[in-house]
């Protein structure tokens, strides 16, 4: 390689926002519907969105009420070449159309049932395709799979980093010790010991984790949120994130009326968790009525917002932010490449300095001054935190929404127009590079699925006892087990 391509090369990987990544960001923000282009907006001036995989291992051992699978999800094999091929596949298709760099989550079923170096193979070729992948899990697998998928053959890490959203709440059935839990409080054992895990990760072998915790919620576990919060904050987990449950997938699993549950009651029950508001409003990715979601940090027992949507100078600086760094990327960088990356964008922007300076110290100010950082530094007891919620739509309205916009109708029935308007702003997008498409998770999970899952039937059966095969556990008993009351005492059976 000459001289000249060097020096061509490091310019381009050495530039604060990448070109590529500046018109993915202006083609995302182009296709933002109007009521989405606010000055809080992070689409399309910070970030493409996040991403994820579908129908590469739709399989699960556990059962659950409700259930996002289509009712075949279940009758399809888990193959470690059709899952990695497929990954692989989607993820260069969402490079070639979203820029050098997002977060995408590797799911379907339950990853842990992948064998573990097909595990790992499908997270190189995420990051090969410059994706920053999460895998997501029930969590119910053992430190060894861990140490499978992260070591290599000669025990070295081939990861120096690795995130997973684990999946914990009493809607699920199966879970090994807690086959059918009670309450939220019964599963803390597990969500310990899951984190537990990674705290050992570290130590043993030097890699960092990234660990958010979900959970689903429903008029049944709704008023155990504010406990799972406030449970929650005290373990190693970086991120926080509810899901207000919506029909979607195996209509055999909706047993109840997820209406009643809305994006403001569950708010309110983490902030109650949390012992103080966490304000919101500053900053948004994509619809206000799908997401919602707050980064600060937590000094002690106290949580201290990166931003404060009712202080004009917070809001200043993050216009600043968004206007002139908004698409820098910081992950997967080289340290050497980065800090060249960061002194030349504050060389084009030298006034932007004293504002963000200024923030920081509103941040620290909000933490309980210095002192009080710097003693709770020393106790371990400092940590980022994000809280997010996710609400999820009815396979119902999607489904015909989404019908009238790949035929450029707008619907005139209210709802479906908000169906519409919400899918329209969605962030989270699923690659289809044998078409060309991108499509926002809710028409994945409420239109595709259920046809992708009939193919993969055809194309990966479970292996049949007739020609010599072991029987596989299959996740859904022949009976379903009814939802029940969870979080307040149960009146004694008379």
């Known amino acids: 390689m000459g ?18 990544t500046r018109r993915a960001l202006a083609v995302r923000w182009a296709e933002l519907p109007e009521h989405a282009k606010t000055p809080n907006q992070l689409l399309g001036r910070c970030a493409v969105g996040c991403e994820g995989t579908h129908g590469v291992f739709p399989k699960c051992n556990l059962t659950c009420s409700p259930c996002y699978h289509s009712a075949d999800a279940n009758k399809v094999r888990i193959d470690g070449d059709h899952t990695v091929d497929n990954v692989a596949s989607q993820m260069s298709y969402l490079r070639q159309v979203r820029g050098p760099r997002a977060h995408a989550q590797l799911i379907g079923g339950e990853v842990s049932l992948l064998p573990a170096e097909d595990h790992a193979q499908a997270l190189l070729a995420m990051r090969d395709a410059g994706r920053e992948p999460m895998s997501m899990t029930h969590g119910d697998f053992e430190y060894d799979y861990l140490l499978d998928l992260v070591l290599d053959e000669e025990g070295k890490p081939r990861f120096d980093k690795v995130s997973f959203a684990a999946h914990f709440d009493s809607l699920m059935r199966g879970r090994r010790g807690a086959v059918r839990p009670r309450s939220e409080a019964e599963l803390n054992p597990f969500r310990e010991k899951f984190a537990q895990m990674f705290i050992d990760l570290k130590r043993d072998h030097g890699v ?14 709704v008023d155990e949120v504010e406990q799972v919060t406030r449970d929650v904050l005290d373990m190693p987990f970086d991120m926080m994130s509810f899901q207000p449950a919506a029909f979607i997938g195996d209509d055999r699993r909706w047993r109840e009326d997820f209406g009643e549950v809305t994006i403001d009651a569950v708010w309110e029950r983490i902030e109650r968790g949390a012992g103080q508001k966490l304000p919101w409003q500053a900053t948004q990715f994509g619809d206000p009525r799908c997401n919602r979601s707050t980064v600060g940090v937590r000094v002690g027992g106290s949580f201290a917002p990166l931003l404060d949507p009712d202080d004009p100078k917070d809001i200043a600086a993050r216009d600043r932010f968004l206007a002139h760094f908004g698409g820098m990327i910081f992950g997967g960088i080289p340290k050497s490449t980065l800090v060249v990356k960061v002194i030349r964008a504050i060389a084009a922007h030298p006034g932007d300095i004293p504002p963000l300076i200024g923030l920081g110290r509103r941040v620290v100010r909000r933490a309980g001054g210095l002192r009080r950082l710097i003693r709770e530094a020393r106790k371990g007891a400092v940590s980022f935190k994000t809280f997010v919620i996710h609400n999820f739509m009815d396979a119902e309205q999607v489904a015909p929404a989404w019908e009238m916009m790949q035929n450029g109708v707008v619907a005139d029935d209210p709802l479906l127009k908000e169906t519409q308007e919400r899918l329209g702003a969605c962030m989270y997008a699923m690659s289809h590079p044998e078409d060309g498409r991108l499509v926002p998770a809710c028409v994945q999970h409420s239109v595709l699925d259920p046809i992708e899952n009939i193919e993969l039937r055809r194309l990966l059966p479970l292996p049949s006892l007739r020609d010599g095969a072991e029987p596989q556990v299959v996740s859904r008993p022949a009976g379903l087990t009814a939802v029940r009351t969870t979080g307040a005492a149960q009146p004694a059976a008379s």
């Open 208 to 221: 960092g984790s990234y660990l958010a915790h979900n959970m689903t919620v429903t008029p049944s576990n």
């Open 3 to 20: 001289l000249a391509t060097t020096l061509k090369r490091w310019e381009l990987d050495t530039r604060p926002i990448h070109p590529e």
